[in-house]
């Protein structure tokens, strides 16, 4: 599913920054995969570039056998659109738009008519359980709800991959693990290929496979099914 | 679209107020635009509906002074008509030329029950009548039989009439038959008829043939009128100008191409330049109009700007799930469109009533200037085409209004957007 090889990327400012030295990973359908490291360890640029969000310098990237590198933007927001989900520490929600509206909208960029998308929509919510805040604004819901909201949003395309970004970090320790079940939900019974990007060991924990990146290369890749990675993340998650 | 329009709604929806300051110098300026554009065809109306007294295709011609030595002549030699001018020019341009009629005139003062006016007695001839558009409002104008008989009769404007009778309650139409006295003689009243607005000059029309004889005018005429037809072009006109100069100045020996032997008031090009004036008058208007709207629009560019600013990260979540950047510009720009457009029909329907106004109040009222009754203005509205180019216009502005702002935001990278929580 996800083809790393020999993947650069610099930050050019006024201290050349070389924060990817040459990554290779590679990620199977239908995996659960956390990459973890530091802050400053390279794994938000990662995600930014498994996401499209930003481009490398060198090397290949390969999503679903398609070569992604110097897209034009339509053609990377259009993959970004139908191969890809995202989920953000910080939600990302539109403000002025409801629950519903803001899981609809990735529906309407790919055109599709405004009662199909809602219909679905709603399908979306009420399968993560939060059908009755569909009316409501982001402001209105707590954490855990807004969460369930992104997460709708991301499925709704029916994405190749998931990629969360610190999905647990402005959540409390219970909500955490609700989340963190959810995704494993997803994985196990729908089958959907989970990327998780933390810092948080007892998240990692929570995922078959744990990546860690240290200063720009990866370091051990730890299989971890039977979910005993962490010494605190066991059974838990610690805040 | 009715996506767009709701995403469009839901944005002017947070930003009332400033929406409501900026539509507010769009509404102004097209309100400026049209207004003046309304004054402006008032103007222009007032002005042609006042040529419209005379007939167009009219050409007068007088004796002026030559402005160079010629055939022996010195400069400066004074030349007049004569009545052989009158059938030389309708030799010469039998195609063109279909009426001449020869003017004489003398300056009297007009005596009726002991009050005096001075004018000018207009020796004329009956056709004279449809040339200058002479409206009667009593009895009639001068006829054949008055130029055959050399009657002695005159007919007088509505304005000298009533001061002659020196009496509002009494109608005009009782000075018809009276006697009035033009210096020496007497002449009898055929008709009242109505007052020239545009010259505070009084003329008093009387047959041709009566004015010539009775003041020994002999062969010589004041001033030749004729109407002609069949010439479309400034050029063919000009053309016709040089033929009468060379015709006149030949008879009166005065050098071929010399302007000021005779003079030549063609009415038709008169009237051109006038439309031409006022084609600059609208051009005029048009630009003034326009730079008030540039104001509103570099507003809504600016306020654009500050939206566009605000959602950075609304922007680069949108991308983040798929919106292309086309996706983005279109929202700004139909933003702008819409504002402006919707701003502007305001401040064009109030610039319409306001011209509305403006013709219930100015554009009824006249004005004497020196014995001149002039209108200020006549129907000053705009049509239906200027509603129309205002819609452009406003389209277009909104455009280009929001054109930068969209850019901007259409560049919004959305790692840098998201991390600028």
């Not at chain 1, 359908?29 to 956390?34: I, L, P």
């Not at chain 1, 570039?49 to 310098?57: A, E, P, Q, S």
């Not at chain 1, 499925?155 to 693990?177: H, M, R, V, W």
């Not at chain 2, 005029?284 to 306020?303: D, E, H, K, M, R």
């Amino acid at each position: 599913m996800i083809d790393l090889r020999n993947v650069n990327k610099t930050y050019f400012g006024a201290q050349p920054l070389h924060v990817l030295k040459g990554i290779d990973l590679h990620i199977d359908k239908g995996e659960f995969v956390s990459i973890m490291g530091a802050s400053g360890s390279g794994k938000s640029t990662l995600l930014n570039i498994l996401g499209i969000l930003d481009n490398y310098d060198s090397g290949e990237y390969y999503l679903a056998g398609k070569l992604i590198k110097d897209l034009s933007e339509r053609q990377a927001a259009d993959y970004r659109n139908r191969m890809i989900g995202f989920i953000f520490q910080s939600f990302n929600l539109i403000g002025f738009k409801t629950a519903v509206e803001n899981v609809e909208l990735p529906l309407f960029y790919q055109g599709v008519s405004r009662h199909k998308r809602h219909l679905m929509a709603m399908e979306y919510l009420e399968k993560l359980g939060i059908k009755d805040w569909a009316g409501h604004y982001p402001n209105e819901m707590s954490g855990g709800q807004k969460q369930r909201v992104a997460i709708a949003r991301a499925l709704i395309t029916n994405p190749q991959i998931l990629l969360a970004d610190e999905p647990t970090g402005a959540l409390d320790s219970k909500t955490s693990e609700e989340v963190m079940t959810l995704l494993s939900d997803l994985n196990r019974i729908e089958g959907v290929t989970i990327v998780v990007v933390t810092h948080e060991s007892g998240v990692a924990n929570c995922t078959n496979k744990i990546v860690h990146i240290k200063d720009g290369i990866i370091g051990n890749i730890e299989e971890n099914k039977e979910h005993r990675a962490s010494a605190f993340g066991v059974g838990s998650i610690m805040k | 679209m009715k996506d767009l329009i709701t995403e469009i709604w839901e944005s002017i929806r947070r930003n009332k107020l400033r929406t409501c300051l900026t539509g507010f110098a769009v509404s102004w300026g097209i309100f400026m635009l049209i207004v003046l554009l309304g004054a402006g065809n008032g103007v222009r109306n007032a002005f042609n509906s006042q040529a419209n007294d005379v007939a167009t295709n009219t050409v007068q011609v007088g004796g002026g002074r030559t402005s160079e030595p010629y055939a022996g002549y010195r400069a400066g030699r004074r030349i007049r008509l004569t009545e052989d001018d009158m059938t030389r020019i309708k030799e010469s341009f039998p195609d063109i030329v279909d009426d001449v009629t020869s003017t004489t005139s003398v300056q009297l003062t007009f005596t009726y029950r002991g009050i005096h006016v001075s004018g000018g007695l207009d020796g004329n001839f009956p056709s004279r009548k449809d040339m200058d558009k002479i409206v009667i409002l009593h009895g009639r104008y001068i006829n054949d039989t008055d130029i055959r008989q050399k009657r002695k009769v005159v007919v007088v404007p509505e304005k000298v009439a009533e001061k002659f009778l020196d009496n509002p309650n009494v109608p005009v139409e009782r000075l018809i038959g009276k006697n009035i006295r033009a210096g020496k003689v007497n002449y009898k009243v055929v008709g009242i008829m109505k007052s020239d607005e545009t010259s505070n000059n009084v003329w008093l029309p009387a047959p041709y043939t009566t004015v010539r004889d009775v003041y020994s005018k002999g062969q010589y005429i004041d001033e030749l009128t004729f109407s002609f037809h069949g010439l479309e072009t400034e050029e063919a006109h000009e053309q016709f100008e040089d033929g009468i100069h060379a015709v006149l100045n030949a008879r009166h020996k005065a050098a071929p191409d010399d302007r000021s032997a005779v003079w030549i008031w063609n009415r038709f090009t008169q009237n051109l330049q006038m439309n031409k004036a006022g084609n600059i008058l609208n051009k005029a208007l048009w630009i003034v109009g326009l730079f008030t709207l540039l104001g509103g629009i570099v507003g809504v560019s600016n306020i654009m700007l500050i939206t566009v600013k605000e959602r950075t990260h609304e922007f680069g979540i949108r991308k983040a799930i798929g919106a292309s950047p086309w996706n983005i510009t279109k929202l700004i720009i139909s933003e702008s469109v819409i504002i402006t457009a919707f701003f502007g029909y305001i401040g064009m329907v109030l610039g319409m009533i306001a011209c509305d106004i403006l013709d219930k109040t100015l554009g009824q009222s006249s004005q004497d200037i020196m014995g001149m009754t002039i209108k200020i203005m006549e129907n000053p509205t705009v049509g239906f085409d200027v509603a129309i180019e205002a819609t452009i216009v406003l389209i277009i502005a909104g455009t280009v209004a929001g054109l930068i702002p969209a850019l901007k935001a259409s560049k919004v990278k959305p790692i840098e957007a998201l991390r600028a929580e």
